[in-house]
């Protein structure tokens, strides 16, 4: 039994972890914590919760939490979740943390994208990146780990197979993607409330995302180390290749949940949607939660689970792949599950099937 | 005043018609066909027509809506338009014809696209391409308009300005569409069901969808007219470039109308964001139907109106263009009614604003 | 030509105000304030205005929108409306108050359910109720009209016509109501964000909505002068039933626009649903924006339009109607130009069809 | 370990009735029926379970599903499902009925309003009705469940406390449901097609839905019965109270799952909402699936959930209860895998928490 706590319990990412890991055996979770200063039972905050864990949250006090869990998942934003992360990590604790503050391996890099001097630097490059697919060896022997963001896994999963096999140039990559509101978080905004982005698809921060960079250096890593062994497949400490550059175009949808990305790239030789199909299924042969199918996706059909669909065509001479998530499982508290999973080794795909 | 018969009356494009068109001063609906054996009143199939409209659909007889109307517009599949469309015009109607039956110039390309042989295929190269902003004085002096498919005018309203100028490569163009349900039609099929398609985001058909010749021929048209005038800008028997190549992926979004088109083109040289709006803005200055914008649209900005807003961004070196309209309005009725008012001599926003 | 000003320009009904007058062809808009600090161009507080109105919010300053305006719209919050409109009125300006402010006739009523004093009592008693189908007599030489609530305009006319021909009693009503989220205006709210109350119907505010007492003073006037004259139709000044008591439920629906009203009533004798369709079709014989029909409605029968639908139907002793309008046009903005046609002398019906 | 078959599974029930028993650890899924004659593999019908379960639909016989399996769950429609579940249960078989064919125990009220004789009327009086809350006992030892309808458990649920407490009236209860589209299934209609019924909450078939014979005849159960005890608490050989009448009006809501019922009920005699809350919450005390609250609920709340959320209020002098649950979880599949479990002697909750 691990016991583990949950900070910045009032989102929607930590509503769906919570209900992730009551179905989970060998958890407990024994505190949920916030910055609000009332200490609001959890069922006020989200009340499908009512009747199914009975905690109110708190002020997350490193201390007190170090005494009481095992492992923390944290749903803080970026800045706040290093801030208090790295003090978890000094009492021995393990972290998920689901914030961007260890998923770029630079300080230059964050402060530039983030706008902010990153608190805890040193940890950086050591930290492996959540996507197990990718980097499973690294995340079971890790004391924390960066949970990936919900876009760079709909776009990372379907093309660092083809990457790494060299079929697609890692240049000249035109990444489209459409995700559910639940992704722009639970914070009061305009653009969010219902009558304004019901019925309506739109375009927002083309070229500015602060998941570009992230992708980027996913697909460098990957792009770097083509003859990777398959298990525990990337090794971090090799050069990168300098090269890579996606354009990324996000798009916010009319409904709660899901990422579907289609991602354009350019083959490196003549190539067939068969062969790249083939590639994708060899890829992820033995993986739990990425099914390759001829048939296009939609995010229905991985919706509520962690489940990652994927298909590719040859249009032409263009490779286009369709990658479809659940933002809030795959994308954020599936993953974080996964990980959690092979970081104390239990079979990986507890709670999550 | 203008009698107009409109063919195929149960569909939601012909719905959309009716509508406006009962805001035209200059015109009165006398006929309304449909290819059902009964003759419902129109308030039985379209119930938001009740107490608006008194016609029942009636077997479409070319005689008969010969003697009865001057223009009438076809709202019926492919194939089945032009086969009474012919006899409609060989009595002297103006027609507008929603179906893709006169849009490509060759009928060699349409059997290959629409698996049938054209019925009417000397009168290919003649009709115009119901695009005001691009073949209007073609469309004033027509007989018969070929009202554009939602996706090309989305696509090709962004692109042919930056194409016509010579800024962006006729080729390697990857066109991302997202449309609203109501484009997929009326017909019972499982994949429009409302739970079916309800909260998912799909892709369907890349490449292989039939608005892709549509797109291409009219880019190529205008990629090989750089230096047409500004006032009826396009010369149909201009030799037109041969190679242009797009990309084309319809995607399925979860609302009623709507399409949001992001364009990545490649530019012929370097460009700013900036330069690129002022080109666009210059193109569209005198268009009562197109905006031209800094801020990235949404479908929601030109719901149920005739606009089509335009954004354009510079990534890494790449143009990337957003496009929204209303498939139904922009992108079907409303330019018909467009196309209609240039036809007839009325002013051209009549019943759109 | 009629010079309008728009109070309170930022919400959802001056939204759709602002759509519905740009097509009066006798109205000019002149001014539209707010009460934010900076004075924003209308297309960036409304971005599918862009293009269309070409005016910027200004602070509502009395002295200045008197000189410039013959009619004001208030869609300003309770009591923050009757504050101008009151000055305003003195200054010989026609109003159509959007607002609560002038719909109840009892200063003391409006104190217990608005939790404030009325600042303008002395009106209260001579201000018509705008719905033109019950008293558009009085509406017609009004200086200030009160623009119905959208719950009680579904509610009334459904069951206006059966009180008044004593068909039913005026106790024991079950009032349920489905609104979509615009319903809710635009102010920022955890309980309209879009990932809280989408794919969720709720019900709130049973029993203490505001919308209570306005309905069951309408209903009263009305039982109390069931014999009133056809025309405009009901005398304000007569004794009304005392005794009209209605259970009011109110639910928030996954949609933008439209309300649902099904009420349940008890007949004073025995009744059939064919008896009862007549007796509402003859009621609104000559009304140009209510459909009485067998087939029950939903609220896209009437979406974006000024319409209202009512079907009737007998159970086990019981009436139940439903009523279908939208809440936007014939619940608020529709409502309120069809009152200012009527208090200028235009055709009912102008920028409404 | 128990050897479960599915009969129909192509439909929304089945979806979600296989996605809960994946999940249960002593359930093996051995065999789908399908009437459809080709047999396609269930990820071509519900992409969602590829990789998940990997069974073709088979044609359904009898002899082959008893020497296979344990348990059948039946999710044909009525008629059918009762002509085959007979032949199941004389082979031994154990059996949960998703069809209306064993929910109402008179073969002649089930004739009059499914317009069809019982194939099967002499084991109508003695299957228990699949409510746990209500008949926990008799399931347990059935070899047969009724497995209840979506609405019927919505409103009786709400309403059965406080009948059973003699707080309330058997006649004169007004239901009125709300439910989201996966409630009419998957066939093809234009009714339920996305662009229809999406943005549109439209009332049908109030007082001739089936459900209303079945919510009448267990409230009258429960009528008749206020004294029974508190486990096993319904007698169904006691004689029913005769006359309990409902009004019963269904909605069609823009939302894939999901019932809300609001009912109006008349207190027997002055009860407070806080009574009648402490009524509710005593009755429901052991239950897992039951949660009784002040908050008024919304369907979000118990979405992919077994729950049932309870709420009551009372308006001048009316009772009015609300409660939410997921039509096809507690309101059919979950309830299925309740009473599997009952019935196969396994945790109650297994597979639904």
Redo the contacts between chains.
């Keep these: 039994m691990t016991r583990v706590a949950i900070l910045g319990g009032s989102g929607?990412t930590a509503l769906e972890l919570i209900k992730l890991l009551?179905?989970h055996p060998e958890v407990e979770i024994v505190a949920l914590t916030s910055r609000q200063e009332d200490r609001p039972h959890i069922a006020e905050v989200h009340?499908?919760l009512?009747?199914?864990l009975d905690l109110s949250l708190e002020p997350a006090d490193p201390e007190s939490l170090a005494d009481r869990a095992d492992c923390v998942f944290s749903c803080l934003p970026h800045a706040a979740s290093a801030e208090i992360c790295k003090s978890l990590l000094d009492r021995g604790l393990k972290v998920v943390d689901f914030s961007a503050d260890y998923r770029l391996d630079c300080p230059e890099m964050f402060a530039t994208w983030y706008a902010t001097e990153h608190v805890d630097p040193d940890r950086l490059t050591e930290v492996p990146y959540g996507l197990p697919e990718l980097f499973r060896e690294q995340i079971r022997t890790a004391q924390l780990v960066a949970n990936p963001g919900c876009y760079p896994t709909s776009a990372v999963l379907a093309l660092a197979p083809l990457l790494s096999a060299g079929l697609i140039e890692p240049t000249?990559m035109?990444i489209?993607s459409?995700s559910?509101?639940?992704g722009a978080g639970?914070a009061?905004?305009?653009s969010?409330?219902?009558?304004?982005?019901?019925?309506?698809?739109?375009?927002?921060n083309?070229?500015g995302h602060r998941h570009t960079p992230e992708i980027e250096l996913i697909l460098a890593k990957i792009a770097g180390i083509a003859d990777a062994p398959a298990a525990g497949r990337f090794d971090a400490q090799r050069p990168a290749a300098t090269d890579v550059?996606?354009?990324?175009?996000p798009?916010?949808?009319?409904?709660?949940?899901?990422i579907?990305t289609?991602a354009?790239s350019r083959p490196t030789r003549d190539v067939t949607a068969a062969e790249l199909t083939e590639v994708l299924a060899a890829f992820y042969r033995d993986e739990p939660f990425v099914?390759v199918?001829d048939?296009?996706?939609?995010?229905?059909?991985?919706?509520?689970?962690n489940?990652c669909?994927i298909?590719v065509?040859?249009?032409?001479g263009?490779v286009?792949t369709?990658s479809?998530i659940d933002n809030l499982v795959k994308g954020a508290s599936g993953a974080a599950v996964q990980n959690f999973n092979l970081m104390f080794g239990y079979d990986e795909t507890t709670a999550l099937?």
Tied chains: 1, 2, 3, 4.
């Design positions: 929607y009551l179905r009340p499908s009512a009747g199914r000249d035109m489209d459409k559910g509101v639940s639970r009061l905004r305009l969010t409330l219902y009558p304004e982005c019901n019925e309506s698809i739109s375009a927002y083309i070229g550059e996606v354009v990324f175009s798009h916010l949808t009319p409904m709660d949940r899901g579907l289609t354009y099914r199918a048939r296009l996706p939609g995010t229905k059909d991985v919706a509520t689970t489940f669909d298909a065509r040859v249009v032409r263009r286009v369709v479809a099937l």
